[in-house]
């Protein structure tokens, strides 16, 4: 028998992933994952999810997980951190959840130094209502309800939420990354494992911007999405280490 | 235990730790600021965790975090706030969590104002938020009820596995009354939270943790809410709780609740001076709402009318109809925003009602 060398994580349950073709949600559930077993922390992580694309993922994450109202995950993972300080408590969230509806709960969590681990996924549109424009949309993109591209005049330019929330006393890591390539991904993954050991390690609030991309709702196949990310996220959202924190 | 003189707001907030409540988030809001100020002081002093939340919304919120972690939590406002938390507490409903929601009424619609109300009852006991579902609402009329429905309200909380709320107008929470902390006496068994989110893994003697109300298919959201609608039936036939007053072959009943009902009974008293027998149905629990106990006081042979009495246009005077059944005529005597009546403003009414 050939020796299989590449395995499943057993932190993703068997159950199929409802994502799009090509969606980089897939590729982070495994990337955050394969960091919880790497660090052995399965038995003391709680996963919050948010309503959006990921509104499921308490189906596919094998920890304990809630379900959190729109935008309010920071919230919730604040309730649990708050009561079992020893669990790794992570909250997993899109553009219109944490920058738009939830951008209360997260700005006021990093604020606190809430020691938690926020992965967001910042795609540039709403995904599962159907592709209207978020806060993260870039001027001059179409979504539903940007027909006409995003009018910077109308409705401002897009926030970047990295930048924003290095800015905070609160926040001890703050790194932006993307999904869009073998490199980038290894980077992403590296950046995830230095949140979560961050947060073990008591430091305060930690939050990885992962840039992703939307294939369904760009109108674009698979690989047209990476390259427009690369090409037209990634000038306006640059990658890097936005916070470190270290003592 | 010696009585002392105290609060009601303060009263609550300490029942509720004597009640095993460790955890507290909240946000300030007029007239309750003295629970969450008293949490602020006591709970790290009994190795619990006071939190004040940046909005009321992420406030209630940390509750769905906290309750879904195990633990026994509270948060407290007053009728805006109560009406920024309703998102919040349908989730809590529809997850199944167990809390309690303390709301001291002051008057409304809009920010209304911070006197004493009774305006939010169609919220607490009709919903509120979206979605099929109720909270158990305790309503004290005293401070000393206050603290004695706390242990309850955990209690019952974690029992039905659901929100709890004690609804309070603003006068309980900023009245001294002399007040007795008991020791309890009949504890409830309370089942094992099993459910809780703690961390998991295979083999550690419990099924994975998942807290959610979302259920995508029409079967699963038809039997959540099937399990959710037979734990109403339940709590109805069995924690319904009501004070009758004075009401055996009464003339008139009064049907009141909270601190109106104290004035209800002054009324009682000076009626009783004129030769005029009136009772009192007094709901301790609003929700559920006591039907049959309503319906058998005012449909006595005795009793020519009943008068609803609350600091609103007309709220609990819809449910007192609805146990009646138009069997005998019910009055309204109240006024929206924040006009308490008095004693003789009722007694004038029961005079009127006797006149026509």
């Not at chain 1, 209360?104 to 606190?112: D, F, K, S, T």
Request: net charge neutral; hydrophobic share 40%.
């Amino acid at each position: 028998m050939a020796d299989i060398k590449f395995k499943k994580t057993p932190i993703l349950t068997d159950a199929i992933l409802h994502y799009c073709p090509g969606c980089g949600h897939g590729i982070v559930h495994r990337l955050v994952a394969e960091v919880i077993e790497e660090l052995g922390i399965q038995d003391r992580t709680v996963g919050v999810v948010p309503v959006g694309c990921a509104v499921f993922g308490y189906r596919y994450f094998n920890v304990d997980t809630m379900e959190a109202a729109h935008g309010r995950a920071p919230a919730v993972a604040t309730g649990i951190k708050r009561v079992h300080p020893q669990n790794v408590v992570f909250t997993y969230q899109g553009d219109g959840d944490l920058a738009s509806i939830g951008a209360g709960e997260i700005v006021h969590a990093a604020h606190r130094g809430e020691k938690i681990t926020t992965i967001f996924i910042n795609n540039a549109i709403y995904g599962m209502t159907g592709g209207q424009m978020a806060p993260t949309t870039l001027v001059g993109q179409k979504t539903t309800t940007s027909p006409y591209g995003r009018d910077e005049a109308h409705c401002g330019k897009p926030i970047r939420v990295a930048e924003m929330l290095a800015t905070i006393e609160g926040s001890a890591y703050i790194e932006r990354v993307a999904v869009n390539s073998t490199a980038n991904i290894i980077k992403a993954k590296k950046a995830i494992k230095k949140a979560f050991e961050m947060q073990i390690a008591g430091k305060g609030f930690t939050l990885i911007e992962v840039l992703s991309n939307c294939p369904t709702n760009w109108g674009m196949s698979a690989v047209e999405s990476m390259d427009w990310l690369e090409q037209n996220m990634i000038p306006y959202y640059p990658l890097g280490v936005k916070k470190c924190k270290e003592d | 235990m010696a009585k002392k003189l105290m609060k009601g707001c303060e009263a609550v907030a300490e029942a509720a730790i004597q009640a095993g409540c460790r955890y507290f988030f909240g946000y300030p809001i007029t007239p309750q600021n003295d629970i969450p100020e008293y949490m602020s002081a006591r709970l790290p002093k009994v190795g619990g965790c006071f939190l004040q939340a940046e909005s009321e919304i992420a406030a209630i919120n940390m509750v769905y975090g906290a309750s879904g972690a195990g633990a026994r939590v509270m948060t407290s406002s007053s009728s805006p706030g109560i009406s920024l938390k309703m998102e919040g507490i349908s989730y809590l409903a529809g997850a199944e969590l167990p809390c309690v929601i303390v709301n001291m009424m002051r008057g409304g619609p809009g920010l209304g104002s911070i006197q004493a109300s009774q305006g939010d009852y169609f919220q607490a006991t009709k919903g509120g938020g979206h979605g099929d579902y109720h909270m158990i609402v305790l309503a004290p009329s005293s401070v000393q009820e206050a603290i004695d429905l706390m242990q309850d309200a955990f209690d019952l909380a974690d029992i039905y596995r659901t929100p709890v709320m004690m609804l309070a107008d603003g006068i309980i929470g900023q009245m001294m009354e002399p007040v007795e902390f008991k020791e309890t006496t009949k504890k409830r068994e309370l089942p094992e939270k099993t459910w809780a989110a703690t961390g998991w893994k295979e083999g550690c003697g419990r099924d994975r943790a998942v807290i959610n109300s979302l259920y995508i298919e029409n079967e699963e959201l038809q039997e959540m809410n099937d399990r959710l609608q037979a734990r109403y039936a339940t709590i109805q036939a069995e924690e319904t709780r009501c004070e009758l007053y004075n009401t055996e072959g009464a003339e008139i009943i009064l049907c009141a609740y909270g601190t109106i009902a104290r004035i209800c009974k002054s009324a009682i008293a000076l009626a009783a001076k004129e030769g005029v027998k009136v009772g009192l149905v007094r709901p301790i629990t609003i929700w559920p709402f006591p039907t049959d106990a309503m319906r058998n006081a005012i449909c006595q042979d005795s009793v020519t009318s009943a008068i609803t009495v609350e600091v609103n246009a007309g709220q609990m005077f819809e449910d007192v109809r609805l146990a009646v059944d138009g069997k005998k005529k019910v009055d309204f005597l109240g006024r929206p925003g924040s006009f308490v009546p008095t004693a003789e403003e009722i007694l004038d009414k029961i005079k009127q009602i006797r006149r026509a």
